[in-house]
Each structure stands twice: as structure tokens, then as C-alpha cells.
């Protein structure tokens, strides 16, 4: 699933108090392409590893081998609560590792190899298991559980020294977006291949025996290739990216996790960020879920291969309308800031999630292609700016603090977003249980019950969107004041 974004001010020159909006980078501010590739090929282990399971649990375990929703939630609200823990050792971890190859580095091979690995492992169920079997001796329930819950700090290994990594690779406020942006097409592009996942299970091998696909081989091999890219992503980062700020990070000292925790949320700025996060990621999640079901169900009849394939093209759609808010979201935070692109991208979003009502009908498969084509065009434009803001975040933290505690503020990000996106992940299970839904019925569910899945998902969205851009008018950090505090940083302890 997954996987922050905000408008992008103009860049100033290291020594100017008060550049204007035009003022040219300095060369040395400038990364490399290579850099800028490395680096943002390293953002489809985010998607494969956060994002691939959640995206296709619902399909492998409750469609397929018709796993109760509820146990479901269970396991992937645990799993995801483990994550966020996990996630908050391996930032303060990171924060506070020296070595000949830095800070994150070290952490980004063997995490990527480890994760990569595992993948696949996370899919070995049997067919054979009952499904329907009490919880306790549940064996299917036991195995998601499990793999599931192991695969947490695995993955978290990776997640917090890489998201802690793209904080600290330039000090350029328009460099910092520009970084974002190549990530966020990448992770696009890695979309794809995750949305496509259940019509290549569907479709790579069909038993002679049953005339019926081989659902969980297909899903295996899928995972595996995926596992292989993740691997390759690592190697990448650790060969091509290097660590700007470490020669500074290695002089302070090493911090006590509860300080640093506390020091993390005396940060303003840092929490009006948390709480856009929280409004727009947690609530989109609960319903991304019900999207899926709302295609199968009301949309599809039922016909889970007709969906399956739909998805396929949706995903390419997604990617191709998000690839060009890449664009038009870094051209508004260029001309007009940060914030103000982040209120483009929200009010797009909630114009996009709304108009789902009208446009998932049935029978009109394409209607659902061009909906999440607009959603994706939203998406990526919060996923591009937020993560550029919370790297402007850890400057006025370390002008306040004298210490560059990335991996702090990325870990208490990631915990604030899993922990509450766990509970939506989990929490669209238990609504599918609660408004009736039955796994068992297939395209007969009750008019009921669509209903209200239809409801959640065009209207949750649209109230935490207006949430969200409530809270980015009280956001401080703009372009001048991200100037003044670069002067400050650089008379302090020189340039990077």
C-alpha cells in the first residue's frame, strides 16, 4: 500500500538572507541524475514492501480462500501496529549508527535484501487449510498472522534509514521537491506491476486438472519477481547515493530514543504536518479497501477476473495521471509554494473521491479506470510535497536543536501514519462485516450492503480532505522563512 507531500518554495543561494523566489540554485546544491535515479529506484521497496500484501491480501485471502474479513483486520492491523514500532527503533537506530559506509546505508543493503526476500514467503499458504475453522485452530489465520508479523521490522530495517536518507540529500528547498518528484514517478511506475498482480494470478497458470487458475502460484511468482526488484533497489542506493550530512551527524552526539522522542514533538510545524498526514493518508486507506470491493461487487457483478483485469488498466491510468501531477504539482510549488500546492492537490482529491459515486456504475468498467486516474493525480502530488516539507522540518529542528535527527522525524511520521493507517486498513474489513457483506454470496450481495459500501468510500474522503487543508493554513515554514533559517544553519556549522 503501501507510503508525503506539500507545495515547493523557490531555492536560494547558501549565504542569501533573503533570496527572491528566482534566485538560482548553486551547483553544489544540484544532485546528480544518477543520484536522483538511485535514489528514487529505492522507492518501489516502499511499494512492494508496505504495499503489495495490503494491496492483495483481500484478494488472496478472503476472495480466494474465503478467510473471514475480520480475521483478516486482524492481521493486517497487528502487522501494521508491529510496523510502526519497529518502525520508531530502526529511525533512532539509524540516527545514531557510524560506520565507514554511514549512517543509512548499511541498513538500506541488508534491509532490502532481507525484505526482498521474504516476500514471497508471505503467500505460502495451502488451499488445503480451512478457512471457516474457529480462530484458534485456525491454520490459515495463524500463518497471515505470523508471516506477517515477522516480515514488520524486516521491512522497517529498510523504510526508515531510506525515507531518512531522501531528508538529507540536498539543502535546496527546491532540490528537496525535485527529489520527491523523481521518487514519486518511479513509485508510480512500481504501481503497475502491484495493481496487476491479482489478473496475473488469475491468468499465469490454469490447472488442467480443475480448468480453475492457480491463484496462489501466480501470486508467488509475482511476489518473487517483486522481491528480486527490491533486492536490486538496495544494491542501488547503497552503490549510488551518498550520506551529505554524515561528517556533520558523526561530530553530535548519539541520542537516547526517549529524548529524542520528546524533542520530536515539541516541533510545531513537525505536528501540523502529522496531522495532515493522519487527515489524508489514514482515511484514504479505510477506503481503498472498499474500492476494490465496490469494482467486484457493484461495478463487475462479481466477475473477479473481469475486475482483476480493469485493475490492470486502472493501474496504468493511476500511473499516467500521476506521473503528470508530478509535474503540475511541482510547477505550482515552483511559482506559488508549498502550501499552496498542497491545496491543489487536496481540493483535486476531494473532487476526485466524490465523483465516485457517479462514476463506479455498473457495467461501465472505464468510468472506474478515468476515477482512479483523478485519484492518482492527487495522490501523488500530496506524496511529493509532504515528504519535501518534513525535510524543512528537520532544518528548523536542527536550528532549535543542534542535532539533524532525520530518522527521528521519519519514524515518528511513519508510526503516526501506520499505526493509524492499520487501524483503517483493518477497520475496512470490519465495515465490510458490518454492513452485511458475505464473501460466500460472490455477486449476489445484498443491495444493502453495496449501498454503504459505496457511501464510505466517495464520503470519507471528502470530509478528511477538508480536514487536512483546515489544518495546512496554521503550517509556518514558507520560503522565507527556509531561507533565513538555511543562513542561520550554514553561519552556524558551514555548508554541506
Given at each position: 500500500?503501501p507510503?508525503?507531500?506539500?507545495?515547493?518554495?523557490?531555492?536560494?543561494?547558501?549565504?542569501?538572507?533573503?533570496?527572491?523566489?528566482?534566485?538560482?540554485?548553486?551547483?553544489?546544491?544540484?544532485?546528480?541524475?544518477?543520484?536522483?535515479?538511485?535514489?528514487?529506484?529505492?522507492?518501489v521497496?516502499?511499494?512492494?514492501g508496505?504495499?503489495?500484501?495490503?494491496?492483495?491480501?483481500?484478494?488472496?485471502?478472503?476472495?480466494?480462500l474465503?478467510?473471514?474479513?475480520?480475521?483478516?483486520?486482524?492481521?493486517?492491523?497487528v502487522?501494521?501496529?508491529?510496523?510502526?514500532?519497529?518502525?520508531?527503533?530502526?529511525?533512532?537506530?539509524?540516527?545514531?549508527?557510524?560506520?565507514?559506509?554511514?549512517?543509512?546505508?548499511?541498513?538500506?543493503?541488508?534491509?532490502?535484501?532481507?525484505?526482498?526476500?521474504?516476500?514471497?514467503?508471505?503467500?505460502?499458504?495451502?488451499?488445503?487449510?480451512?478457512?471457516?475453522?474457529?480462530?484458534?485452530?485456525?491454520?490459515?489465520?495463524?500463518?497471515?498472522?505470523?508471516?506477517?508479523?515477522?516480515?514488520a521490522?524486516i521491512?522497517?530495517?529498510?523504510?526508515?534509514?531510506?525515507?531518512?536518507?531522501?531528508a538529507?540529500?540536498?539543502?535546496?528547498?527546491?532540490?528537496r521537491?525535485?527529489?520527491?518528484?523523481?521518487?514519486?514517478?518511479?513509485?508510480?511506475?512500481?504501481?503497475?506491476?502491484?495493481?496487476?498482480?491479482?489478473?496475473?494470478?488469475?491468468?499465469f497458470?490454469?490447472?488442467?486438472?480443475?480448468?480453475?487458475?492457480?491463484?496462489?502460484?501466480?501470486?508467488?511468482v509475482?511476489?518473487?519477481?517483486?522481491?528480486?526488484?527490491?533486492?536490486?533497489?538496495?544494491?542501488?542506493?547503497?552503490?549510488?547515493?551518498?550520506?551529505?550530512?554524515?561528517?556533520?551527524?558523526?561530530?553530535?552526539?548519539?541520542?537516547?530514543?526517549?529524548?529524542?522522542l520528546?524533542?520530536?514533538?515539541?516541533?510545531?510545524?513537525?505536528?501540523?504536518?502529522?496531522?495532515?498526514?493522519?487527515?489524508?493518508?489514514?482515511?484514504?486507506?479505510?477506503?481503498?479497501?472498499?474500492?476494490?470491493?465496490?469494482?467486484a461487487?457493484?461495478?463487475?457483478?462479481?466477475?473477479?477476473?473481469?475486475?482483476?483485469?480493469?485493475?490492470?488498466?486502472?493501474?496504468?491510468?493511476?500511473?499516467?495521471?500521476?506521473?503528470?501531477?508530478?509535474?503540475?504539482?511541482?510547477?505550482?510549488?515552483?511559482?506559488?509554494?508549498?502550501?499552496?500546492?498542497?491545496?491543489?492537490?487536496?481540493?483535486?482529491?476531494?473532487?476526485?473521491?466524490?465523483?465516485?459515486?457517479?462514476?463506479?456504475?455498473?457495467?461501465?468498467?472505464?468510468?472506474?479506470?478515468?476515477?482512479?486516474?483523478?485519484?492518482?493525480?492527487a495522490?501523488?502530488?500530496?506524496?511529493?510535497?509532504?515528504?519535501?516539507?518534513?525535510?524543512?522540518?528537520?532544518?528548523?529542528?536542527?536550528?532549535?536543536?543542534?542535532?539533524?535527527?532525520?530518522?527521528?522525524?521519519?519514524?515518528?511520521?511513519?508510526?503516526?501514519?501506520?499505526?493509524?493507517?492499520?487501524?483503517?486498513?483493518?477497520?475496512?474489513?470490519i465495515?465490510?462485516?458490518?454492513?452485511?457483506?458475505?464473501?460466500?454470496?460472490?455477486?449476489?450481495?445484498?443491495?444493502?450492503?453495496?449501498?454503504?459500501?459505496?457511501?464510505?468510500?466517495?464520503?470519507i474522503?471528502?470530509?478528511?480532505?477538508?480536514?487536512?487543508l483546515?489544518?495546512?493554513?496554521?503550517?509556518?515554514?514558507?520560503?522565507?522563512?527556509?531561507?533565513?533559517?538555511?543562513?542561520?544553519?550554514?553561519?552556524?556549522?558551514?555548508?554541506?
Amino acid at each position: 500500500m503501501p507510503h508525503d507531500s506539500a507545495p515547493t518554495p523557490p531555492n536560494t543561494a547558501p549565504h542569501a538572507a533573503s533570496p527572491s523566489p528566482a534566485a538560482a540554485k548553486s551547483e553544489d546544491d544540484r544532485l546528480p541524475v544518477s543520484t536522483k535515479a538511485a535514489y528514487a529506484f529505492g522507492g518501489v521497496n516502499d511499494i512492494f514492501g508496505h504495499w503489495w500484501y495490503a494491496n492483495i491480501a483481500g484478494n488472496v485471502f478472503n476472495m480466494h480462500l474465503h478467510l473471514a474479513p475480520t480475521l483478516i483486520a486482524v492481521v493486517l492491523t497487528v502487522s501494521r501496529i508491529v510496523d510502526a514500532f519497529t518502525d520508531m527503533f530502526f529511525g533512532w537506530v539509524s540516527d545514531n549508527t557510524r560506520s565507514r559506509w554511514g549512517r543509512r546505508r548499511p541498513w538500506i543493503l541488508g534491509g532490502s535484501i532481507a525484505a526482498g526476500l521474504a516476500l514471497p514467503c508471505l503467500f505460502f499458504a495451502s488451499e488445503s487449510w480451512d478457512a471457516s475453522a474457529p480462530w484458534m485452530s485456525n491454520r490459515l489465520f495463524w500463518f497471515m498472522l505470523i508471516s506477517a508479523v515477522l516480515y514488520a521490522p524486516i521491512i522497517s530495517a529498510y523504510t526508515m534509514p531510506y525515507n531518512s536518507l531522501g531528508a538529507e540529500l540536498t539543502p535546496n528547498y527546491h532540490e528537496r521537491t525535485n527529489v520527491m518528484a523523481w521518487k514519486a514517478i518511479v513509485q508510480k511506475i512500481s504501481g503497475i506491476p502491484m495493481m496487476s498482480v491479482w489478473w496475473f494470478a488469475q491468468t499465469f497458470h490454469i490447472d488442467p486438472a480443475t480448468g480453475k487458475p492457480d491463484v496462489l502460484l501466480g501470486v508467488q511468482v509475482a511476489s518473487a519477481a517483486a522481491g528480486l526488484v527490491m533486492i536490486l533497489a538496495g544494491v542501488a542506493n547503497f552503490r549510488f547515493v551518498r550520506e551529505r550530512y554524515y561528517a556533520t551527524a558523526a561530530r553530535q552526539e548519539r541520542t537516547r530514543f526517549l529524548d529524542s522522542l520528546k524533542t520530536t514533538f515539541r516541533s510545531r510545524p513537525f505536528l501540523i504536518l502529522l496531522g495532515i498526514l493522519a487527515a489524508y493518508a489514514i482515511p484514504t486507506m479505510l477506503v481503498t479497501n472498499l474500492g476494490g470491493y465496490v469494482s467486484a461487487y457493484y461495478v463487475f457483478g462479481g466477475d473477479q477476473a473481469r475486475m482483476g483485469q480493469y485493475q490492470s488498466f486502472s493501474a496504468v491510468a493511476y500511473f499516467v495521471l500521476g506521473t503528470a501531477g508530478v509535474f503540475v504539482t511541482s510547477w505550482v510549488s515552483r511559482r506559488f509554494g508549498k502550501r499552496l500546492a498542497l491545496t491543489f492537490t487536496l481540493v483535486t482529491g476531494i473532487l476526485a473521491f466524490g465523483s465516485s459515486w457517479w462514476m463506479y456504475a455498473p457495467g461501465h468498467g472505464w468510468m472506474v479506470v478515468l476515477n482512479t486516474a483523478f485519484t492518482g493525480f492527487a495522490a501523488t502530488g500530496f506524496w511529493v510535497v509532504l515528504p519535501s516539507m518534513s525535510a524543512d522540518v528537520v532544518d528548523d529542528d536542527e536550528l532549535n536543536t543542534g542535532k539533524r535527527r532525520e530518522g527521528a522525524f521519519s519514524s515518528v511520521f511513519s508510526w503516526i501514519s501506520k499505526v493509524g493507517m492499520s487501524l483503517a486498513v483493518g477497520g475496512s474489513f470490519i465495515l465490510l462485516d458490518l454492513v452485511g457483506f458475505d464473501a460466500t454470496r460472490e455477486g449476489n450481495q445484498s443491495p444493502e450492503a453495496i449501498l454503504w459500501i459505496r457511501l464510505l468510500f466517495a464520503g470519507i474522503p471528502v470530509v478528511a480532505m477538508a480536514t487536512a487543508l483546515a489544518l495546512l493554513t496554521r503550517y509556518p515554514l514558507n520560503q522565507k522563512r527556509m531561507a533565513a533559517i538555511r543562513t542561520a544553519l550554514e553561519q552556524r556549522r558551514g555548508t554541506v
